[in-house]
Nanobody, 120 residues
Framework: QVQLVESGGGLVQPGGSLGLACAASGFTFSRFVMSWYRQAPGKERELVAHITSSGGSTNYADSMKGRCTISRDNAKNMVYLQMNSLRPEDTAVYYC?????????????WGQGTQVIVSS
């Protein structure tokens, strides 16, 4: 079955760095666009970053540009998010997302999320 398992969340001080990882299985990872989303308490889920299937193109939310990097390793079915210069407003549950097409339909797979808390 399809699985996306995030890891790397935790408590970090403002200005610190944190790396997240997502392990994927059960689908053809190399054909899917991978993304990181986050959801803070009382707020809507928002896109943090995405990366194309080959890893050739990336995009970031304006609030995170210059502070994070998304990458993937198709040989290992892994996608990563390296975050730097973290702020308290970055506190959220971070979710790994896979998006592709099956029978001409867009499909989305989601991980369970990993908590990131930025606090002193």
């Amino acid at each position: 079955q399809v699985q996306l398992v995030e890891s790397g969340g935790g408590l970090v001080q403002p200005g610190g760095s944190l790396g997240l990882a997502c392990a994927a299985s059960g689908f053809t990872f190399s054909r899917f666009v991978m993304s990181w989303y986050r959801q803070a308490p009382g707020k809507e889920r928002e896109l943090v970053a995405h990366i194309t299937s080959s890893g050739g193109s990336t995009n970031y939310a304006d609030s995170m540009k210059g502070r994070c990097t998304i990458s993937r390793d198709n040989a290992k079915n892994m996608v990563y998010l390296q975050m730097n210069s973290l702020r308290p407003e970055d506190t959220a549950v971070y979710y790994c997302n896979a998006r592709g097409r099956l029978w001409m339909k867009d499909v989305d797979y989601w991980g369970q999320g990993t908590q990131v808390i930025v606090s002193s």
